[in-house]
Every structure is written in structure tokens, then in C-alpha cells.
């Protein structure tokens, strides 16, 4: 079942986010994403996929500035198209907010990258870390 996540929702966010076999984040990170998540969660919305009785995967979009937050899917899970399902949900609150493309970063490398690629998204550079900067319009 795919939905808008509820604060309930949350601490099972959380759990998928630290799951993650890449895109792992350090300590350091981890209060930069939980305060971008806290302005979110006031501001815009979560899409989650539900099965088993829980959030397994999510998409957020960041409605400041046109980027897609995250898209992470339980590694239980992975493989099953859920991330196909879900990113389009964040790429249409970016539309509703009046934004014509979307961008987002990856690593170089990635099952992510590939995703993306593959997706139809397009590289348009990389930061000083590496990162890959994609765009997709909207």
C-alpha cells in the first residue's frame, strides 16, 4: 500500500534510513537529515510503501528548493519495484509547489546511480565529494 506517512510513521523512517547497505549515514550527517526530515514532516510529506504491517520504503521531496530528499526501500525488500512506484509520488508534490524539475545527488557507483540512469534522469555535474547531481523535468 502505498500512502502519505503519518508522524507514526517515523521511528520506522528512521529504520529504513539506517538500513541502508549505501548511502549510509555518519553521525555527523545524521542531525542535518533529522532536522531537513523534522521541516518536512511540518511542511510537505512522506509518501511510504506499506507491507508486512510496516513503512518498508519512502520518498520525500524537499518543497524548499526542488529536490527529492530521499528514496530509500528496506533491503528486505529491494528489488521489487518500490522505488519505481514511490519516486513518481515525490517528483508530483515538486510539481503541485511549482517546480519544473526536480534534482537530487547520489554516489558514483551506486546501485542509486543506476537506478536513476536507468530512470531517465540526467547527470548535470557533481560536487567537490563526488556526488553526482541529477535532473529530471517535471
Known amino acids: ?9 517515523r521511528p520506522r523512517i528512521t529504520e529504513v534510513r539506517l538500513a541502508v547497505r549505501e548511502n549510509k ?6 542531525a542535518k537529515v533529522d532536522r531537513t526530515a523534522d521541516w518536512i514532516f511540518e511542511n510537505g510529506t512522506f509518501w ?3 507491507e508486512a504491517g510496516a513503512v518498508q520504503g ?3 521531496a524537499d518543497l524548499r528548493d526542488g529536490t527529492i530528499f530521499g528514496l530509500f526501500i528496506h533491503p528486505d525488500y529491494e528489488g521489487r519495484g518500490i522505488g ?3 519516486l513518481p509520488k515525490a517528483c508530483e ?3 503541485a509547489a ?3 524539475a526536480a534534482t537530487l545527488t547520489t554516489g558514483s557507483g551506486t546501485r542509486a546511480e543506476r537506478f536513476y540512469r536507468t530512470n531517465g534522469w540526467q ?5 567537490d565529494d563526488g556526488q553526482i547531481i541529477f535532473r529530471n523535468s517535471l
Do not use: H
Open 98 to 100: 511549482g517546480f519544473s
Open 93 to 95: 508534490d515538486l510539481r
Open 84 to 86: 519505481r512506484v514511490l
Open 25 to 30: 549515514l555518519s553521525a555527523a550527517s545524521q
Open 123 to 127: 547527470e548535470i555535474g557533481r560536487q
Open 58 to 60: 519512502f520518498a520525500v
Open 48 to 50: 511510504v510503501w506499506e
Open 1 to 9: 500500500m502505498i500512502r502519505r506517512a503519518t508522524l507514526a510513521d
